[in-house]
């Protein structure tokens, strides 16, 4: 997601410059004693080039079996090699989800990310029904929750028996255990992370371990919100390729000399919150178009002295009526941003880049670029612009098994396009801003 709470950060490396003053012989006999180890795993490797520091310290590579492009662990001190090596002996990591397969032990358990603080009242409210909705994590509600976790677990799901005496199988959520957190962190042990567990469950392999583990988890998470209104999701490694970058802030806050309408103002303030994720936050900012759209196709037909259902869009050749959404859009664009406005915003290197790669968000309009992968000189954006903000929101709305209108594939919520939509959130933050002020009034 652009940017989400602090325990869905991404995991795969946080850099600790601080690390424990040890002696160098003793990291490289752990890192030696890891090497021959890994000779009897064909998907295991240890990288090292002799040096120390967060940048050159060891890396065991679990490959195949790991996942998208395996999963590189950074060995911090001497002092993980029982850990390690106990991870490397019995289970297998399934990086996808930040998850391990316990073979022998009939488990698997992966790290799960969503609203910690609602977990836990949830869980709360399993002890006092009456728990308030925020449970201090140190007081002593909070720390019966932590003992909960760490120990019988929460939420626990039993199958019903097949036969008298067999062996059932079992969901719960637990706290993270230390092999996940070595593995996908968070490494501070104050940080909470939690975990399912999915115990009892026999598979054949790691391919078939991680289908299994999708599939019950989403089935279970989905029943455990339905029941008890907590938001947890696995977690999946979908590598982002666009910009992870906000809009600069100025943080200048002046005296109000100008009116504005309230409902896009509150939209406005709904597409800020860093509750919300990328897709909900885009949504919100094209509401605030969609609010001028009459306003917009108003002044357009006034423009071209005709009636609303005569007059044509703006910015696309005739025959294109604005009694089309998406061409009142290119309206509400035209009258809210000049083509120099445009030109200014895309002169960020790394909007642009996200913006004109057809990879980031596919099936939506692309910005052409020159040759040297810039914009255009003197070329006016403002309709592509148009159809990209509009293809985004189909791409979103039309929810529809199959896909939407001409096949184009839904833009999920937790998907890897949804973490990569920072550039068009705030392309889309952008042009509400700016419709904002086109449509405001003095204020007396």
Not at 26 to 54: C, F, M
Not at 78 to 99: F, H, V, Y
Not at 164 to 193: C, K, Q, V, W
Not at 199 to 212: M, Y
């Amino acid at each position: 997601m652009e940017e989400g709470p602090w325990y869905d950060e991404d995991p795969w490396d946080d850099w600790d410059w601080e690390g424990p003053d040890e002696p160098q012989v003793t990291y490289k006999q752990a890192v030696e004693s890891l090497r021959a180890l890994s000779k009897d795993h064909a998907d295991i490797r240890v990288e090292w080039n002799g040096r120390r520091g967060p940048r050159s310290d060891a890396r065991i590579v679990f490959e195949e079996t790991a996942g998208n492009g395996g999963l590189r662990v950074r060995m911090r001190s001497g002092a993980q090699l029982e850990d390690l090596k106990r991870i490397i002996t019995s289970a297998t990591p399934l990086a996808d989800n930040l998850a391990l397969w316990y073979q022998s032990e009939r488990i698997i358990t992966a790290r799960l990310v969503g609203d910690y603080d609602q977990f836990r009242s949830a869980v709360a409210r399993k002890l006092v029904p009456h728990a308030s909705r925020r449970v201090d994590p140190n007081g002593p509600l909070g720390r019966d929750v932590a003992g909960i976790l760490a120990s019988v677990g929460a939420f626990c799901a039993t199958e019903k028996a097949g036969t008298p005496g067999s062996d059932p199988r079992t969901i719960r959520l637990i706290a993270a255990n230390p092999d996940l957190r070595l593995l996908y962190g968070p490494h501070a042990p104050e940080i909470p992370s939690v975990a399912i567990e999915l115990a009892r469950f026999s598979v054949p392999d790691a391919a078939q371990a991680a289908k299994l583990l999708q599939e019950f988890a989403t089935a279970y998470l989905y029943k455990l919100g339905k029941a008890t209104g907590v938001s947890l999701r696995l977690f999946r490694s979908e590598d982002r390729i666009g910009s992870r970058r906000r809009p600069a802030d100025s943080g200048d806050v002046r005296f109000p000399k100008r009116r504005y309408d309230q409902r896009p103002a509150e939209l406005y303030a709904a597409g800020n919150s860093a509750a919300r994720d990328p897709v909900e936050r885009y949504l919100k900012y094209f509401q605030v178009l969609e609010f001028y759209m009459p306003k917009a196709a108003n002044f357009v037909a006034a423009a071209q002295k005709i009636s609303v259902d005569q007059a044509t869009s703006p910015l696309r050749p005739p025959p294109n009526r604005l009694g089309a959404e998406k061409n009142k859009l290119d309206a509400v664009i035209s009258e809210a941003v000049s083509q120099a406005q445009v030109a200014s915003l895309l002169g960020d290197n790394d909007l642009f880049a996200a913006l004109s790669n057809p990879k980031v968000i596919q099936d939506v309009e692309v910005l052409g670029a020159d040759a040297s992968g810039h914009p255009v000189a003197s070329h006016d954006y403002r309709l592509e612009i148009s159809k990209r903000i509009y293809d985004v929101r189909t791409r979103i709305v039309h929810m529809k098994e199959g896909g939407g209108p001409g096949g184009k594939a839904l833009l999920a919520p937790y998907s890897r396009e949804a973490r990569d939509l920072a550039a068009d959130v705030r392309l889309v933050r952008f042009l509400a801003e700016h419709a904002m002020e086109r449509w405001s009034e003095p204020l007396s």
